[in-house]
Each structure stands twice: as structure tokens, then as C-alpha cells.
């Protein structure tokens, strides 16, 4: 007799762990319950035609601001409407940097947070704790925060702080190490972006179009050495966020290559665009940390993701209104970093790396989803599809084209990157544990049903 279910998606091309194959998905409780064989539900998703996919997984967002004091950066999307926009994109948990403020450690801030995305997140989702003090007491809540669920650490390596306090940092990612705590590090040299700051101030070339050469790759590349020799003194396992260039890249494969436990993040930005868009009169909209860098860059970031050196993309959504980031009193060196992707990263990847042959569909779960729930303790609850896994879904539509439009989509940014693209692929329906968040761009997901994504401590295979 055939088991009743919730839901069946019938047809499909089901994509999970490098294995394609037709068959149909079902779901009960919220889990996925049978994969194949005889089933009946109450209600039933034709996906002829279309891939099943596991949800995207992404794992750095800023859904909560890092500071109330005046000055505090004051990004425009919070958990309601950074995850209504996660599930529009077919992104179904988000990982947010969770910063404390001023004079508090990582567990106030986390206690802060989780509740903020309790009571507004329509997807799940988990915590990165930065850790802005590595005194005994910092370093202390590094345990405490893993044993309440939050096994990673945040740290800025381009922070003026950090240099104060290295050798507290190294305790922390010692700590970090026999906690069995992954730590992710900004890899930026502060030194040398104070130094071209002022030497682009004293020139007078203070306008956006010089902002990359006030972060050069220099910065990255001499950053990102220091956290592999961190990660070999420390046993850390480490993970580089947002990396934009081939020499950082190229410092994470020698370190790779030697064993140790490096991982690579990069953001869509630095795989879709190139320096040359801060030529443009509204360049500055392009700012991030660091900044967009050559086509010889992308070229590598491309194929770092094909040889599996490259784990994940993931936004580092951290968006303003466009009139904020054309502030005309900004300078290169002042200018606001982050912008609006949760609603175009997958489909953006989707139509410049799948579409174009550039990458498998394959390689494009792994890096969206697969590999960010094994390194953040998620797997295999998440990311991927197999019977006791969440059913987190994505019915991913690869014929669909879209002219992307900002200022029609979820984000309180009122703009994309990407306006006025050509995108072809996008999610049809994305599924949160077995419920319908997103048929479309219409969002049909409360806020508030989103849970806490239980994660387990890092252990290397």
C-alpha cells in the first residue's frame, strides 16, 4: 500500500550529490520521506521538465545591524525582509553575522539576534558570533556559544583592532580549534588600506572611481597569508570569506595543499562583475569589501570553482538605498560597502555559470548549498535531498527568463547590481520544510515560521 504524504513533487530532475535522476519526491512532517516508488499525498507539484534542487544555503547575511551608537553602520534590511527576499531566490537558510555592541560579548549579542529572527525570519536560519574582544572573557563564550548551538566564529583581519590584539585572536582560534569551532576571517590588511587612504586623499583622488586602488589586492593577498599561517598554528579550520582575487585564491590552494583546513567563500559580485564599473558615473553603487577586481580575477574565481577550490558562494548581503551609496560627501576610501543579492544570487549563477556551460548543475548545488551545510554543522538535515533530510526544495525553472528589476523585488534596497540583466533560470517554487514559501516572486511564507537550523561542531573527515 502506498505511504500517504503531505506533498509529492512529481517528474522532476532531482539534483543532490553529484547524481542526477528523475524520480518524485515525498514529503511528510516537514521532511523528506520517500524518494521514488509508489506514494499518494493531498497535494501534488508537476516538475516535469524542471530541476528539484536542494535549497540554496547562504551562509553570510547582515540581517541585524552591528551597533546602535551614532555612526553604527545601519543596513537596510532586517530578518522579515532579508529572508522574504532569501525565499523569492530560492535561498531557504541564511547565516547571519551576529555582532555584539559595545561593552557586551558574543552571547548577549547572539541572545539579541536569535530572537530578532524568531519572531520575523520566514526561512531558517543560524548565527555567526563575531568576536570583537579576545580577552579571557571573549574567548571564554567561544565554548559557551558552541554548546548553545553556534559553532563558528567571525574575526576582521581588517579591523585597526586586530593588530592590538593578535595574540589574543590566535588564543581565540586555538580555542576555536579544540571546540571544534569553524572561524571565519575578513582578510583585508588594515595597514595598507590606511596607507593608499592617504596617499589617494593627498593626491585628490578621493572620487569612487579610485576606491579599488584604496583596498588593493595587495591587502587581500598579504591578509589571507596571514590567516593561513594562523590556521596552521592554531589548527583552526578557517574560512575565508567574500575572496576576490586569483593571489588570495592562490594563498588558500598552497595552504589547501599542505592539509590544512581552509575553505573559500566568494560572492557573486566578484564572479559577474569587474573593476571597470567603477568607471561608470554611479559607480560607487558597486562598493564592497573588498572591491571588484580584474577579468584575470573572475577567470580564477570561475575555476576555483570547478576544481572544488572555491566552496561556496554566498552574497554577504548587506544592502543600502542607492541614495546612500551615492552619497556625494563619501570619498574613496568612506564609500559604503555591501548591496541587495538573496533574491539574484542563484539565478544569476544559474544563468552566467550553468546556462553559459561554464559550470554543472552539479557544481552549482555543491556551492550553493551542499558544501555550506557540511562546513556549518547543517548536513544532512540540510543540503541535500535524501529520506530524513528537511525538505527544503527548490523547483527550479531553467528556461525562465527575467529582466532583473531592484526596485520590484523584496529588498529594501530599491536597486540591484544586476538591473537590467537578462537572466535566464529561476526558482518556481521554493519549499521550507515541506511548506510553500515562494511560487515565483510571490512570497507566500510568514514571518515568524522560520526556526533555528540545529548544527552540529566541525570535525574533519
Known amino acids: 500500500m502506498a505511504q500517504a504524504l503531505d506533498m509529492i513533487i512529481r517528474n522532476g530532475t532531482v539534483v543532490s550529490g553529484g547524481m542526477e535522476s528523475t524520480l518524485d519526491v515525498g514529503i511528510a512532517a516537514g521532511v523528506i520521506s520517500q524518494l521514488g516508488g509508489s506514494m499518494e499525498a493531498g497535494r501534488e507539484i508537476d516538475a516535469t521538465g524542471r530541476y528539484v534542487l536542494p535549497g540554496g544555503i547562504d551562509a553570510h547575511v547582515h540581517l541585524t545591524a552591528p551597533g546602535t551608537e551614532p555612526g553604527s553602520w545601519q543596513w537596510v534590511d532586517d530578518f522579515e525582509v532579508g529572508t522574504r527576499a532569501a525565499a523569492a531566490g530560492g535561498i531557504t537558510c541564511v547565516g547571519n553575522m551576529s555582532f555584539p555592541r559595545k561593552g557586551e560579548q558574543i552571547m548577549a549579542g547572539l541572545e539579541r539576534d536569535m530572537a530578532d529572527a524568531g519572531a520575523n525570519a520566514i526561512v531558517d536560519y543560524f548565527q555567526h558570533p563575531v568576536l570583537l574582544d579576545p580577552g579571557d572573557d571573549g574567548i571564554e563564550q567561544i565554548e559557551a556559544a558552541a554548546a548553545a548551538g553556534h559553532p563558528s566564529i567571525k574575526i576582521f583581519l581588517s579591523f585597526r583592532r586586530f593588530d592590538r590584539n593578535v595574540d589574543g585572536y590566535l588564543q581565540a582560534m586555538s580555542a576555536a580549534a579544540d571546540a571544534g569551532v569553524v572561524v571565519l576571517v575578513h582578510c583585508e590588511d588594515p595597514a595598507i588600506m590606511h596607507c593608499c587612504g592617504l596617499e589617494l586623499a593627498e593626491a585628490g583622488r578621493d572620487e569612487a572611481r579610485h576606491f579599488p586602488e584604496s583596498r588593493p589586492v595587495e591587502a587581500e593577498r598579504i591578509a589571507t597569508e596571514r590567516a593561513v599561517g594562523y ?40 564572479l559577474h562583475l569587474n573593476a571597470g564599473r567603477f568607471e561608470e558615473p554611479d559607480g560607487a553603487k558597486y562598493a564592497g569589501a573588498p572591491p571588484l577586481r580584474s577579468d584575470a580575477d573572475r577567470d580564477a574565481l570561475w575555476a576555483g570553482i570547478n576544481d572544488g577550490s572555491v566552496a561556496t558562494v554566498c552574497t554577504d548581503h548587506a544592502p543600502w538605498t542607492l541614495e546612500q551609496k551615492l552619497d556625494p560627501t563619501l570619498t574613496a576610501s568612506t564609500l559604503r560597502h555591501g548591496m541587495a543579492e538573496l533574491e539574484t544570487m542563484l539565478p544569476v549563477l544559474w544563468s552566467e555559470g550553468v546556462a553559459t556551460g561554464r559550470i554543472s548543475v552539479a557544481r552549482f548545488v555543491d556551492v550553493t548549498s551542499t558544501q555550506a551545510a557540511k562546513l556549518f554543522g547543517l548536513y544532512p538535515r540540510k543540503g541535500t535531498i535524501a529520506p530524513g533530510s528537511d525538505a527544503d526544495l527548490l523547483i527550479w525553472d531553467p528556461g525562465e527568463v527575467r529582466v532583473v528589476d531592484g526596485a520590484a523585488m523584496h529588498s529594501n534596497a530599491g536597486y540591484s547590481p544586476y538591473d537590467g540583466w537578462e537572466i535566464t533560470g529561476w526558482p518556481a517554487v521554493t519549499i521550507s520544510r515541506g511548506e510553500v514559501v515562494s511560487e515565483g516572486a510571490d512570497v507566500t511564507g510568514r514571518p515568524g515560521r522560520g526556526r533555528p537550523a540545529e548544527r552540529s561542531r566541525f570535525r574533519r573527515p
Not at 232 to 259: E, F, I, K, P, Q
Open 231 to 270: 590556521c596552521a598554528t592554531t589548527g583552526a579550520t578557517t574560512y575565508v570569506v567574500h575572496l576576490s582575487s586569483a593571489a588570495a585564491l592562490d594563498a588558500c590552494r598552497a595552504g589547501r595543499a599542505r592539509g590544512l583546513p581552509i575553505f573559500v567563500e566568494t560572492r557573486p559580485i566578484y
